[in-house]
């Protein structure tokens, strides 16, 4: 069974200053993964997503992230926040075997953004 | 424009009224499923479908139906609401649950109160 793991409900950094939010996952194989997005009063949205091409995925508005596979983590970072990027980010996996179940997430990080 | 949507946005019922939440794709996936939102909890899996009268539990189905009828209609139902289904409803769809690395579509989600 796969899990995820995001360290931190809330994450609080200024303006300006760099976004890191934690991801670790639990899979007996490399799964993939992805980050997606919520703004405020809406959906879902697809920030980026590993799938075994390249470790280091870059996304849209400036988010890129890291497999890393020896720490099972896919951390998601910015260099430099903006208060746009105030939202709540999942993180979630699938398993490349393919499959029915969809995506397993985690429980979400807000990120707060400081004037 | 490629889009779930799901109606009503807002719904508050009471205890034991039969209603349905209707979600709708014109991006001809296969693949569709019902996730519900909880504080703390992140998202959770109610009922997928890999296509059309196709259907299997998620995570957490009772009290919860699901039909497929169409490739592109995807409701739940609730035959008897209860105060713990007071939630946030999000419809998904991805072309294919047998890549797992499509990415899902989201709906901008059905907040429903339960009285």
């Known amino acids: 069974a796969q899990s995820v793991t995001q360290l931190g409900s809330h994450v609080s950094v200024s303006e300006g200053a760099l976004v890191l939010l934690r991801c670790n996952y639990s899979?007996?194989?490399?799964?993939?993964l992805f980050w997606y997005v919520q703004y405020p009063n809406q959906g879902l949205q697809l920030l980026l997503k590993?799938?075994?091409?390249?470790?280091l995925v870059k996304g849209i508005n400036g988010f890129e992230a890291e497999f890393k596979k020896s720490e099972t983590s896919f951390h998601l970072t910015k260099p430099s926040a903006h208060m746009r990027d105030a939202a709540e980010y999942f993180c979630?996996?699938?398993?490349?075997?393919?499959?029915?179940?969809?995506?397993?997430f985690g429980k979400g990080t807000h990120l707060i953004i400081q004037p | 424009e490629a889009q779930v949507t799901q109606n009503p946005r807002y719904l508050i019922t009471v205890t034991g009224k039969k209603l349905t939440v209707t979600c709708s794709q014109n991006?001809?996936?296969?693949?569709m499923s019902w996730y519900r939102q909880d504080p703390g909890l992140g998202l959770r899996q109610i009922y997928y479908?890999?296509?059309?009268?196709?259907?299997d539990k998620g995570d957490v189905p009772e009290g919860y139906k699901v039909s497929r009828k169409e490739k592109r209609n995807f409701p739940l139902i609730l035959e008897s609401p209860s105060p713990n289904q007071t939630s946030l409803y999000f419809c998904?769809?991805?072309?294919?649950?047998?890549?797992?690395?499509?990415?899902?579509?989201f709906g901008p989600g059905t907040r429903l109160t339960v009285l």
């Open positions: 998904a769809s991805s072309r294919r649950a047998s890549n797992s690395y499509n990415e899902q579509f």
């Open positions: 899979s007996s194989v490399p799964p993939y």
């Open positions: 590993y799938t075994s091409a390249a470790t």
């Open positions: 979630a996996v699938s398993d490349p075997g393919g499959g029915a179940d969809g995506l397993t």
């Open positions: 991006m001809n996936h296969e693949y």
């Open positions: 479908s890999m296509n059309v009268e196709v259907t």
